[in-house]
Nanobody, 114 residues
Framework: QVRLVESGGGLVQPGGSLRLSCASSATLFSIYDMGWYRQAPGKQRELVATITGGGTINYVDSVKGRFTISRDNAKKTVYLQMNSLKPEDTAVYYC????????WGQGTQVTVSS
């Protein structure tokens, strides 16, 4: 069982920035493929960004150039730096860890509003 704990969400004005963190309990964190997903009210959960154990990164088109995913294997933590935030980025953001199974965190709320 892998435990994931997200932090860093909050209320920010349009154009602002937030940095999300996801701390993992995984023993072999470095081999896990990590991801950030989000779910807005009334919508399905969608992929935001992923980073594999080998460091390959992918983003959904709507966040390219604004969001940056990274990982610190020594700290067993994955990050999502979010810049130039828009109201449509408002959602609960979830961290995931994937190897033979998929594990999820409890989510952290991000609200972009003036």
């Amino acid at each position: 069982q892998v435990r994931l704990v997200e932090s860093g969400g909050g209320l920010v004005q349009p154009g602002g920035s937030l940095r999300l963190s996801c701390a993992s309990s995984a023993t072999l964190f470095s081999i896990y493929d990590m991801g950030w997903y989000r779910q807005a009210p009334g919508k399905q959960r969608e992929l935001v960004a992923t980073i594999t154990g080998g460091g390959t990164i992918n983003y959904v088109d709507s966040v390219k150039g604004r969001f940056t995913i990274s990982r610190d294997n020594a700290k067993k933590t994955v990050y999502l730096q979010m810049n130039s935030l828009k109201p449509e980025d408002t959602a609960v953001y979830y961290c995931s860890a994937r190897r033979s199974s998929v594990y999820w965190g409890q989510g952290t709320q991000v609200t972009v509003s003036s």
